[in-house]
Every structure is written in structure tokens, then in C-alpha cells.
């Protein structure tokens, strides 16, 4: 069944537009007016005024690798990260510690982790999987660089961004 | 040969072209951005400035975004000038030029300013002081339609084609609403000579305003009537002749990309968008010189600053410049304030107003003046 | 052809069906079978660890507790006894749980498998397995295909009550050559113990200490080093046993698993290979009742590293001046055609392979026929047979080139080299065959020739003295079919794409009869197949899709299978399931 849509009934003056007209130019012009007393300034300017100071504490910037107090690799190149990862950005090659290094007991690390920060979309899915708390999501947002090898985060650069952190975070308590 | 008239005229072009209209048109397109900007309570445009670092210096110098235009004109200059390998050539090339051109040749009959005294003479501030002025607008500024018409054809591809077709129709339609819409003011005036009709408003008030002179007279107020209704017309159909919102049909992005300068890049489309920008200050120099008297400043008959009091006063003369150009931005303003807030027509809907409504009321509006000037004295 | 289409016989012995309530329904089942087998014939999944068909049933992990009861029976002076709604007997439960897996069906009897003392027992079961069991998941390879981990989400109960501290038990033990023991992940199933005794009768592994210290170990100075020891790393339930190889190389949901079969001799064992991102990670065997049972050797499970290793041939290579220059397809194609039609008939060779599929032989065989060559043989390769599952034929594919190339392979290659010594042979066609090894040619004689066309998988030193040299695709790359020493034609399925440019054998024996000869009308392996069913008699009416995955029994063979023989004998004891 077609359904007609009724439409309002418009007196003479309405049906010239001009009162509509001139209540939309007095909208617009009451913004302008408001802007230019600078009342309505909403936008921030970018790299000279930064959020940082209040971003969330749940805030999602670039995903990282952490260290424990011992400065032990907590990953243990479990792979549940490259795998929970929706547009596919990590990759990992496990390897075996080996027998003479200090956390030798470990057995397992990542040979190679790299996240490919032009794929990543920032979900966090990572940081919830991991069940040795190795990955974390950090409040670095700005992540460039001029070619694409430059935005693959290998081993090296995920240590560095991430640092130690110490203890455990409850990080699957919803009452946190 | 007057060679003083030719070099003032030489010198008056080239004020006129590249002292005032381009870089007004490059002012134009940044207000344009800022103005929508603070309509939508966004900043705009405030990065360009001079680029001090370049130099080694440690800031640059932002300069509120002023600097926007020289970095656009660059741009345009700077890009790849790419020609499709579909599209007709010659006239692929000729369009830009032809929607240019008119729009820069329409200036040359529109007085900006009464007289200035220079080397002892009188000069008058305008280039060509033709007798028939609005008619030589109207001739020159229609022709801008065939650059357009022939950027869709020449493209050679659906979307410009759509939007020539467009444009031409709809500048053919309100050609005739603004012929028509002005016929009143001139029946007025009973003068083609855009200069006397200034001096006239500037003398006996603006046909809009007329306060001052003899302007109080019964017939002016009843003839405000008509006048009124002819502005209205006037303005709208400028809008519709400079393809501006809310009847940018032509050029509509979401049903026709960016519509007859689709395939356009590079300068060539910086010439279409000069050409536009052009249109615009012409039309609101028209619509100023016409309706709201021109260069003359409000009560100057009275304050000593009339158009006798130019000569021999240089400053009055410039003061009169700047008036003409203050009332020109303000109507800008308003075409940019209109842009950003009035939606898109619909193509029907622009058909009928032009041609049902305003072709009409223009016609009648012809005959009520008649009548008005015949029976009230 | 398969037993199940035998026209007349004498008619199977009539089996004793009985009467059995699983879960409130009445079912009926062979007499005899276990009870765990029953209910899995019923649908009904019962949790077990230390149960495997192939083995005999201590029962010692009993998580596989089902709910037990008998049919009443008339009390002293009671001449009927109570019957339930479908007409059987009242069913008396037992109080106590009883193990599905070592205990047998009778006439009457009642299982309960989701009942609230079964699942109370797997679950107290579950919780003393789990006492000592390390929480290393993310570290373990099992992670993934781990029985423990499966049934502790499904029976466990989420958190531990074990507070003292979890026994220390060796890790990261060498146990054999491939084999590494995580002595504190093992449950004591003992499935690796019984399968080093009973099927690879090697046994070299058992339990020491006591309780929560009991330890899988080797028995002292000896090593788990038999053809067999990776069975035990797919039998263990949880990642105790460890394969070296496969350790920490990738997770196994990763692995994209493709059925098809072993290669490596003429018993084409079923398995899968185990890839990701065309890389082949592990290869395990696949249970065939007529090929394999469910084991296969440590050889030719770890005989896939050459797919990925650097020696593969990887472009087609022509050879000016004494140089070999990398040449396209095309241009090579060209060469070897130019030499082919150069040459008489009788001054051709073609040495094929054993290793070649029944789709690449028949196309080697159309390509002889049509070149009109004689001289046509495959390079017998044999070694040692154990008495297990390896076969002194080491040529996956020796029954099939016999029977679509009708040769006795090697009685011609005598003949070849000395026409070769003589010259009346200039052409030679080598097919997936490194001529200066198990073939005998000598450097000598491959100089003589004016033209060496030589496709392989690998590069190698008889590559070197070829004019044309084509990259071919190893057995995990292509498809195609394999008929084993016992006759049974089997299917290949490609796991990962070739490397480089190399094609498979077919599309490459395809490309060359094209363009020596300029037939054709072969797209796919499937057209290949139906034009050698076409062909030869024995695979009339057959196509890729009827094969299926276990193969289908194409040739009368007396061959029979040790491992296999064995199983049957144990399996008509009751020992095993089978």
C-alpha cells in the first residue's frame, strides 16, 4: 500500500519562503555574530592544544609490548592477539628461548612481533586477550612516519613505546 | 588622440582588474571559507601565513589565515594541468577564457567612484562611461554562458553535459526576469548612463533610500513600491546568473560531481572559479550602483562630500572609491550569508520561480511604474 | 570393487543387537562394544583422556564416568519384574559411576552420561587433574587441540581451590631425537606407554615415583628414538610430548589443514598437512583402516622441509654456452619442443618417475605415444621395509606407472644408457628424476646428449647438465592421484601454491605436448582424470569427487600391512576397538 505522505498546509505569506527564508538568514547570521564576539568557538586547535591532559584513562592509542619489573618480555608469543586481531595487523614468529639466556625457564617468545600501524584500527582487542598482559594500548595517538616500513612497530619500537610496567591490572574486573 | 585619456584609462584598467577585482577575488574565495566557518561555528582557514621556517626562522607567521588565497592561486598554478584524451580540445581550452573574460569586461562600465583629481584634471572614475551601461552589462555578462556551455560540451562526458545543459537554461531563463526587473529602475532614471544614475541617487537620495536631495517627494514613496519589487528580482536573478547557492544547479555535487568543470584542473579550473567570483562582485557592483547608489555616501550632499565636492578634493574622490567598495563586500557578505543558509533548489522549482513567477511579476512590475509615474507627479 | 558391492557371498554371520537405554532412549547395538563406543555411535560425546580405539583400556584417567544400571530382576518370590513404558525391564542405577570405555554393553542395561553424579564425577575429576597442571596455555603448543583444555571449559570449574603449591617436574626434556617432554603438563593417561609396547614394541617409556609425583620418563640409558616416536605426540591429550620439530612454530588454529597422502614410499599413509600463509608447518597422520590405521612414520612426517628450503627450482632455466639463464615458460616450452620435433622417435628418451602422479603419468604416456617413443621407463627405488608401515618401495607411485605407462620399471634403463654410450639416443626427457643418482647415468653419458629436458621439483647436480630445466611442484603443491603397493588409489590435495613459477607435472607434460604435438583440450586436473579414465580400463567410471578422502581399492594386491595385521589380531581378541 502506498502510503502519502500529507503535506502541511501553507498559508500565502508562508508559501512565498520569506518569512522561513529570513528566520534561516537570522540563524545563520546570529552563529556568525556569535563567532566572531567569539562565544562560539567550539574547534580546537590541533597541534598547539592537545587533549592529553585529559584523555580518558580507558583512552585506546597505539598498541604496545611491556616489559615486567625484571625487565622479562611478558609476551610469550602466544599468538591469541594475531589472531583476535579484526584487520589482521600483528604478526608474531615465535622461537624458543634459548637455553643460556636468563629467563631461559620462559621457553617461549616472540621471535618477531610486528604491528602494522597503518592496518591497526585501535579496537584494543589485543590488549583484552593477552592473557600474560604483555600488550597494552597506550595514549600515543600520533603515529606517523613517511613510508610504509616506517609504520610497521617491530619488536624493538613496541618495547620502547610500551616500557616496564609493573604488577598486574585487573583488567577484566568490570567493577575496575 | 587624448593621450591623457588613453594612458588614464590604461591605468584604470589595470587598478580595476588587478588592483581591485583579483585580489578581491582571492580575498572572496578565504571569506568565503571563513564566513562559512563562523556560520558553523568552525574556525576556518588561520594556518597560512609567512612561511618563516623556511627561512630558518623558528615560527611562522600565521597572519590569521590571510595568506590562504596566495597559497590556493599557487596551487592551482602548481598542479598538474591534466587534459583528458576524450574530451574536444580546442573548446576544452577556450571555455575557461569565455567564462572569464565577460565577467571581467562588465567592470569596465560600472562607476566605483565619482571623480579624482590627478595631474590638475578631472578624471572620472569609471573606464568607459557608455551611455547604455546596463545594456552592455547584460550583453557582455550573458555571453559568460557560453564558457559554461561549451566546458560540457567540450568535456565530452555525462556530468559537465548535465551541467551545461543546465546552467545555459537557467541563465537563459533569468536573463529575461533581470532585463525585465531593471526596465522600472531605468524608466526612473530615464538614463542608461550608469554614472548619471549614481550622480542622481548621490544628488536626490537612493532609489532604495531616497532621504535626501528632492528625494522626499510623493511619487519616490509610492514608487517604492515597484522598486522594491524589483530589487528583490534582481538580486534573486543575479543569484541564478552567477550559478551561486541556492541555484548552483550547474555545478551540484551530489547529482553532478562538480558539474561543467568536472574534467577541469589546475588553472583551468582557477578560471572557472575566478570567473564566478567575478561574476559575483559585478553583480553586486550592479545591484549597488542600481538600487543603492552606487559610490555616493548616505546624507554626502549635505556633509559636503557630494559629488562636486570631489573636485578638487582628491581624498573625497577616494572616500567615494571606498564607500562603492564597502557596500560592494557587504553585498558579497550577503551573497556568501545566503550560500550558507538557504538549500539547494530543486531544478523545477527553479524553472518555475523564473519562469512562472518572477517573468510575471517583473512584466507587471513594468506596467505599475508606468502607471505610477503617469498618474502621480 | 569395495566389499560393501560384492554381488553374491556367503551372507555376513548375523550380528547380536541389544537392547541399551542411553540418556532415557532405547537404542539398539551390537553386543559387545564399549560403552563409550556406543554412546558415540548414539551422539553422545563422553569426555576421556586415557581411551584410544587403537589401544588397550586401562581406565586409569576416569574422566570418562558414565551412570550404569541393570535391568531389575524378579525378587524371591516375584515372578514378573516392573517394565518401563517401552515394554523393558525397570532399570536398578548403580550408585557409583562406572568407566565407558573399558566396560561393555549387555541385553538391558541404562547409561546416563549427563546425569547429576556423572557430571559431579567428571567434575571432581577434573579438578584433580587440573591440580598440578601448570597454567601455561598461552606457552603451550596443545593450546588449541588440547583434550584438558576442551573438557575443563566444558566439566571444569573456572577457578582453583588448590592453594599449596603445584609439584616441580622436569620440562623441556629431550626424551628421543624429535620428541620433548613437558613432564608437569602429563595427566598420566599412559597412551604414549602403551603405544611404545603395543604397536611400535619399543618400550621405552613408564611412570616412576608415586601420586602427585609420579613422572613419565624414559627407561634409563634409553631414548625414544623409533620410526614411530611422533604418534606419541598426537596421542598425548595435553602437550606433554612435544614434537621438536613442530615445537613453538606456530599455534595450530592457525593451521590450515588439507587431506592428503604421504609420499615418501609405496604405502601412501593418509595424512594431513598442516600449513599457514603457504608455509607448511607440521604433517600429521590421518586414520585410513586400510592404509595406516591411524599412525605414520617420523620419516615421512618430517620430510616437507624441502617444499619451503632454498634448493627448490623456482623459474625455468635454459642453458646457452654452458651457462643456465632464467627463461620464461613460454620460451622454454619452445626450446624443448624445438629439440623434441628435431629429433627421430627412436633417438628419444623419456626416464619418468615413480613419484609422479597418475594424471602426469598418462599425460607422459600420451606424450610418448605421440611422439611415437619407445624408449620409456621409471627409476626403480627400493630400500628397507620395516615391519611396520614402511615399504621397501620407495616410490609412492610404482603401481599406478605400471599400470598406465605398462612397464617393468628399470628393465629399460639399461638399454637407454647404452644407446646413449652408442648415440643412438640424444634426447633425453627427465621427469622428476636426478639421473646421476639412483638412475646410474653418468656425467659421461648425459654429455653425450645433445638434448637434456629435465623437470624437478629441486635443483640438483644432473640439472646442471640439462639444456632445459623446468621447476616442478612438490606432492603438497599439486593434486592428483597415487595408487599405493597394496593397490589403492588415493587422492593428493594441494596445501600451499607452488614456489616461484613452478607448475605442476601435469600442466607442465600438458604445455609441452601442446607444443610439440598441438593437442590439447586439458584445463584442469579433473579433465585430466576423466581422459585417463577414458582411457586406461581400470579406472573406468571414476572421477576425482568418487575417490573421496580414504581412497578407493583399485588394484588386487597380496600385499598386506603389518601394523594393520596386527591391529586385527588384537581387535579379534577384544584387546582392542579397533
Not at chain 2, 560600472?110 to 584634471?121: A, E, M, N, R
Not at chain 3, 550404569?68 to 550408585?95: C, L, N, Y
Not at chain 3, 653418468?442 to 638434448?451: F, I, N, V, Y
Request: aromatic share 10%; with cysteine.
Amino acid at each position: 500500500m502506498a502510503y502519502t505522505v500529507p503535506r502541511p498546509k501553507l498559508s500565502l505569506l508562508e508559501r512565498t519562503y520569506f518569512p522561513t527564508l529570513i528566520g534561516g538568514l537570522k540563524i545563520t547570521l546570529g552563529h556568525f555574530i556569535r563567532f566572531v564576539q567569539g562565544k562560539g568557538k567550539v574547534t580546537m586547535s590541533y597541534p598547539e592544544e592537545k587533549w592529553d591532559a585529559s584523555l580518558p584513562e580507558h583512552y585506546r592509542g597505539a598498541p604496545t609490548l611491556v616489559t615486567d619489573e625484571h625487565e622479562r618480555e611478558r609476551c610469550v608469543a602466544c599468538q591469541l592477539c594475531e589472531f583476535i586481531c579484526p584487520p589482521r595487523a600483528i604478526t608474531i614468529v615465535p622461537e624458543q628461548i634459548p637455553a643460556a639466556d636468563k629467563f631461559a625457564k620462559v621457553e617461549k617468545r616472540p621471535k618477531a612481533f610486528e604491528i602494522d600501524m597503518i592496518r591497526c584500527i585501535y579496537c584494543g582487542m589485543c590488549e583484552e586477550v593477552c592473557p600474560e598482559q604483555a600488550i597494552f594500548l597506550r595514549k600515543d595517538y600520533a603515529i606517523t612516519g613517511t613510508t610504509r616500513a616506517e609504520m610497521v612497530h617491530d619488536k624493538t619500537r613496541l618495547y620502547e613505546l610500551g616500557g616496564i610496567r609493573e604488577g598486574l591490572v585487573n583488567k577484566w574486573n568490570p567493577l575496575k | 588622440m587624448d593621450w591623457f585619456l588613453i594612458i588614464s584609462s590604461g591605468a584604470k584598467i589595470a587598478i580595476i582588474t588587478f588592483g581591485i577585482i583579483l585580489p578581491m577575488v582571492a580575498l572572496c574565495s578565504l571569506a568565503e571559507r571563513k564566513v562559512s566557518a563562523f556560520i558553523q561555528d568552525r574556525i576556518g582557514p588561520n594556518r597560512v601565513g609567512i612561511p618563516m621556517t623556511l627561512f630558518g626562522a623558528k615560527k611562522d607567521i600565521a597572519l590569521l589565515g590571510l595568506v590562504q588565497p596566495l597559497a590556493d592561486g599557487l596551487k592551482f598554478l602548481l598542479k598538474e594541468d591534466f587534459t583528458p584524451k576524450h574530451v574536444r580540445k580546442f573548446y576544452f581550452w577556450l571555455a575557461p577564457a569565455l567564462v572569464l573574460v565577460p565577467a571581467l569586461l562588465t567592470v569596465g562600465v560600472i562607476p566605483f567612484g565619482s571623480s579624482i583629481q590627478v595631474l590638475g584634471k578631472q578624471i572620472p572614475l569609471v573606464i568607459a562611461d557608455l551611455s547604455i551601461g546596463p545594456l552592455f552589462v547584460f550583453a557582455i555578462s550573458s555571453l559568460g554562458v557560453y564558457g559554461i556551455v561549451l566546458a560540457g560540451w567540450a568535456s565530452n562526458s555525462k556530468y559537465p553535459f548535465l551541467g551545461g545543459v543546465r546552467s545555459s537554461s537557467q541563465m537563459i531563463s533569468y536573463e529575461i526576469a533581470l532585463g525585465l526587473s531593471v526596465i522600472p529602475v531605468l524608466m526612473i532614471f530615464g538614463d542608461m548612463n550608469l554614472g548619471s544614475i549614481v550622480r542622481f541617487q548621490d544628488a536626490n537620495g537612493w532609489l532604495l533610500f531616497p532621504a535626501w536631495g528632492s528625494g522626499w517627494t510623493l511619487q519616490r514613496w509610492i514608487l517604492l513600491i515597484p522598486l522594491v519589487i524589483s530589487f528583490v528580482i534582481f538580486t534573486v536573478s543575479i543569484f541564478a546568473e552567477t550559478n551561486r547557492a541556492p541555484f548552483d544547479l550547474p555545478e551540484c555535487e551530489t547529482e553532478l560531481v562538480a558539474g561543467y568543470h568536472t574534467e577541469y584542473s589546475s588553472m583551468k579550473f582557477a578560471l572557472f572559479f575566478l570567473g564566478e567570483y567575478a561574476a559575483m562582485i559585478v553583480g553586486s557592483a550592479l545591484i549597488v550602483t542600481l538600487f543603492l547608489g552606487g559610490w555616493s555616501i548616505p546624507f554626502g550632499h549635505y556633509l559636503g562630500l557630494g559629488a562636486a565636492d570631489a573636485i578638487g578634493n582628491w581624498w573625497v574622490g577616494l572616500l567615494h572609491v571606498g564607500c562603492f567598495l564597502t557596500k560592494v563586500a557587504a553585498f558579497i557578505f550577503f551573497f556568501m550569508w545566503v550560500r550558507w543558509t538557504v538549500p539547494r533548489f530543486r531544478f523545477d522549482q527553479l524553472m518555475r520561480l523564473g519562469w512562472i513567477f518572477f517573468f510575471e511579476i517583473a512584466l507587471a512590475n513594468v506596467f505599475l511604474t508606468a502607471l505610477i509615474l503617469m498618474l502621480v507627479k | 570393487m569395495s566389499t560393501a558391492t560384492q554381488p553374491s557371498g556367503p551372507a555376513a554371520p548375523p550380528v547380536d543387537l541389544v537392547n541399551v537405554q542411553v540418556n532415557g532412549q532405547w537404542l539398539k547395538f551390537p553386543k559387545g562394544t564399549r560403552m563409550i563406543e556406543a554412546l558415540r555411535q548414539a551422539s553422545v560425546e563422553v569426555p576421556h583422556y586415557c581411551y584410544h580405539p587403537k589401544l588397550s583400556s586401562p581406565g586409569n584417567c576416569r574422566m570418562c564416568l558414565v551412570e550404569t544400571g541393570m535391568p531389575a530382576r524378579p525378587a524371591p518370590g516375584q515372578t514378573e519384574v516392573e517394565k518401563d513404558e517401552h515394554g523393558f525391564a525397570k532399570i536398578m542405577w548403580s550408585p557409583r559411576a562406572a568407566i565407558a570405555c573399558a566396560n561393555t554393553i549387555s541385553e538391558g542395561i541404562g547409561i546416563r552420561t549427563e546425569s547429576t553424579l556423572v557430571q559431579e564425577c567428571r567434575k571432581g575429576v577434573m579438578e584433580f587433574l587440573l591440580i598440578n597442571h601448570p597454567l601455561d596455555c598461552p606457552i603451550c603448543d596443545q593450546a588449541g587441540e588440547c583434550g584438558l583444555q576442551e573438557f575443563s571449559v566444558e566439566h571444569g570449574r573456572g577457578t582453583s581451590r588448590f592453594e599449596e603449591n603445584k609439584v616441580k617436574k622436569p620440562k623441556h626434556k629431550q626424551i628421543g631425537p624429535r620428541i620433548t617432554l613437558d613432564d608437569e603438563r602429563c595427566i598420566m593417561c599412559s597412551r604414549c606407554i602403551r603405544f611404545t609396547s603395543e604397536i611400535a614394541d619399543d618400550p621405552v617409556l613408564g611412570f616412576t615415583e608415586r601420586g602427585s609425583y609420579t613422572v613419565l620418563t624414559t627407561h634409563p640409558d634409553k631414548e625414544l628414538a623409533n620410526n614411530y616416536s611422533l604418534n606419541t605426540v598426537d596421542i598425548c591429550p595435553v602437550g606433554a610430548l612435544t614434537s621438536s620439530d613442530f615445537r613453538f612454530s606456530m599455534r595450530v588454529w592457525f593451521l590450515k589443514d588439507t587431506k592428503t597422502v604421504c609420499t615418501g614410499c609405496a604405502r601412501g599413509c593418509n595424512m594431513e598437512i598442516g600449513s599457514r600463509s603457504n608455509v607448511i608447518h607440521r604433517q600429521t597422520p590421518r586414520e585410513n583402516n586400510a592404509v595406516n590405521s591411524a599412525w605414520m612414520c617420523d620419516q615421512g612426517r618430517l620430510d616437507f622441509h624441502f617444499v619451503n628450503s632454498e634448493a627448490r627450482l623456482t623459474q625455468p632455466t635454459l642453458r646457452e654456452n654452458g651457462i643456465h639463464r632464467a627463461a620464461t615458460w613460454q620460451d622454454a616450452l619452445a626450446k624443448a619442443a624445438t629439440a623434441l620435433q628435431a629429433a627421430q622417435p627412436s633417438q628419444i628418451a623419456i626416464i619418468a618417475s615413480g613419484r609422479m602422479t597418475n594424471e602426469e603419468l598418462f599425460l607422459t604416456k600420451r606424450l610418448a605415444d605421440n611422439l611415437g617413443v619407445t624408449h620409456l621407463d621409471i627409476v626403480p627405488r627400493t630400500g628397507e621395509a620395516d615391519n611396520y608401515l614402511v615399504h621397501a618401495d620407495k616410490n609412492p607411485n610404482t603401481a599406478g606407472a605400471r599400470l598406465i605407462l605398462g612397464i617393468d620399471p628399470g628393465s629399460q634403463l639399461q638399454t637407454i644408457k647404452d644407446k646413449i654410450e652408442r648415440g643412438e639416443i640424444t634426447t633425453v626427457i627427465a621427469l622428476q628424476e636426478n639421473l646421476l643418482k639412483k638412475a646410474g647415468f653418468s656425467e659421461t653419458q648425459l654429455g653425450k646428449l645433445q638434448t637434456l629436458i629435465h623437470a624437478h621439483v629441486l635443483a640438483n647436480s644432473s640439472a646442471a647438465a640439462a639444456s632445459v630445466v623446468f621447476p616442478l611442484a612438490t606432492y603438497a603443491e599439486k593434486r592428483g592421484t597415487m595408487i599405493n603397493a597394496t593397490g589403492r588409489l588415493q587422492r593428493l590435495n594441494n596445501a600451499v601454491e607452488p614456489v616461484g613459477e613452478a607448475r605442476s607435472g601435469w600442466e607442465f607434460l600438458r604445455d609441452l605436448t601442446l607444443a610439440v604435438t598441438g593437442q590439447n583440450g586439458l584445463y584442469s586436473i579433473e579433465d585430466v582424470f576423466k581422459t585417463l579414465a577414458a582411457a586406461v580400463p581400470a579406472f573406468t567410471g571414476l572421477n576425482l569427487g568418487k575417490i573421496g578422502d580414504l581412497g578407493l581399492p583399485l588394484l588386487e594386491t597380496t600385499e598386506t600391512i603389518p601394523v594393520l595385521e596386527r591391529e586385527k589380531d588384537r581387535k579379534a581378541k577384544g584387546i582392542i576397538v579397533g
